[in-house]
């Protein structure tokens, strides 16, 4: 029998099983073409068919307005650091970043490689354990975009609600590590990112949602595969995408509108995390989790215990229940 142990791995993460059977069923033949995904041609009607429809079923279970463009990328989230300022900051502009976690520190420094950026919230002071009030944010009312990272994979923080940019400010954001996880008012925002490897298929292709009129900013001197204009118009077709990564996102995407849609896969988020927040707090200290109550991110929780020789046993005795990837990230 094939062995499947229990995977916490934040990414590559998990993929449902249904999703990898159609995979293996269609491994050799695809839908009667005699190749493999991995095989045919992304300029086929066999590919057309599959990133229009993966397309087709992302904003229906996202809410996707027609003035959004929808790409298949490739690079990470973490090219998306450095093409976010190069198309939609304007030499001499700066833009506003929230910092919350590693994610979003990794972020800003690639930014500030680039032009001005501005630093609105720093979450390092408290060992990034929460998230800001409004109050504190001092926000610019010319900036380019406000970015935020909507949940912290390595610190379990996670926001409940958009931050409020200033009128005219598109409002930019990192969703990669809880991205599909629950419904997202997709018309808040200027531009959205995700990596797909944490919860949307494998690792190889990034999505990233924009708003039409912001493509108008793209500077006309990019080279051609960090142009989000180019990109756009090509369909994620200017050159050879990650053509199985985008066929399992689109597995993926039809198993959760099986499941109910984003509505249906949150509430099964929610209860996983009630879980496991009862189980750290009815502990009696025993169990310590990091992010404060009212920052708790239901996609990843990291927590400590009262040593390091326990942690090191508590892993060594999961991974012989087959439970994996919980030792949480090097840093």
């Known amino acids: 029998m094939t062995k499947r142990v229990h995977n916490f791995n934040a990414g590559p993460a998990v993929l449902p099983v249904p999703v990898l059977e159609q995979a293996r069923d269609e491994m050799l033949d695809y839908q009667g073409c005699g190749m493999s995904v991995m095989e045919i041609s992304h300029r086929s009607k066999e590919f057309e068919g599959i990133i229009n429809t993966a397309e087709a079923d992302l904003r229906e279970l996202m809410g996707i307005p027609a003035n959004y463009k929808v790409m298949f990328l490739q690079g990470g989230a973490t090219l998306q650091f450095a093409m976010l300022p190069m198309n939609l900051r304007a030499a001499g502009a700066s833009a506003d970043y929230i910092v919350t976690g590693s994610w979003s520190n990794t972020s800003v420094k690639e930014a500030k490689k680039l032009g001005t950026t501005n630093v609105v919230f720093d979450g390092k002071g408290d060992n990034f354990t929460r998230l800001p009030s409004?109050?504190?944010?001092?926000?610019?009312?010319?900036?380019?975009?406000?970015?935020f990272c909507h949940?912290?994979?390595?610190?379990?923080?996670?926001?409940?609600?958009?931050p409020l940019p200033p009128a005219g400010v598109p409002l930019?954001?990192?969703?990669?590590?809880?991205?599909l996880s629950q419904p997202i008012n997709v018309d808040k925002y200027g531009l959205i990112l995700a990596g797909a490897q944490k919860n949307a298929g494998p690792a190889g292709v990034t999505?990233?949602?924009?708003?039409?009129?912001?493509?108008?900013?793209?500077?006309?001197n990019l080279p051609v595969m960090l142009d989000y204009k180019?990109?756009?118009e090509s369909g994620s077709l200017h050159n050879t995408?990650?053509?199985?990564?985008?066929?399992?996102?689109?597995?993926?995407?039809?198993?959760?509108?099986?499941l109910g849609g984003l509505a249906g896969m949150y509430e099964i988020n929610r209860k996983k995390a009630?879980?496991?927040?009862?189980a750290i707090d009815n502990s009696g200290g025993f169990y310590r989790g990091h992010a404060a109550p009212e920052a708790r991110s239901i996609m990843n929780v990291p927590f400590r215990m009262p040593n390091e020789e326990l942690e090191a046993q508590f892993v060594k005795e999961a991974k012989a229940a087959d439970i994996i990837g919980i030792k949480g990230h090097r840093s």
């Not at 409004?134 to 970015?147: N, R, S, V």
């Not at 930019?172 to 991205?179: A, E, G, H, I, L």
């Open 172 to 179: 930019v954001c990192d969703v990669s590590s809880d991205f």
């Open 134 to 147: 409004t109050g504190e944010l001092q926000l610019d009312p010319q900036a380019a975009y406000l970015y």
């Open 241 to 258: 995408p990650p053509c199985y990564s985008i066929y399992m996102v689109g597995l993926v995407l039809k198993w959760l509108k099986g």
């Open 274 to 278: 009630d879980l496991l927040y009862k």
């Open 207 to 220: 999505v990233v949602i924009v708003r039409e009129d912001l493509l108008e900013r793209t500077p006309a």
């Open 151 to 162: 949940n912290e994979t390595i610190h379990g923080v996670e926001f409940k609600d958009e």
């Open 230 to 232: 180019l990109l756009a």
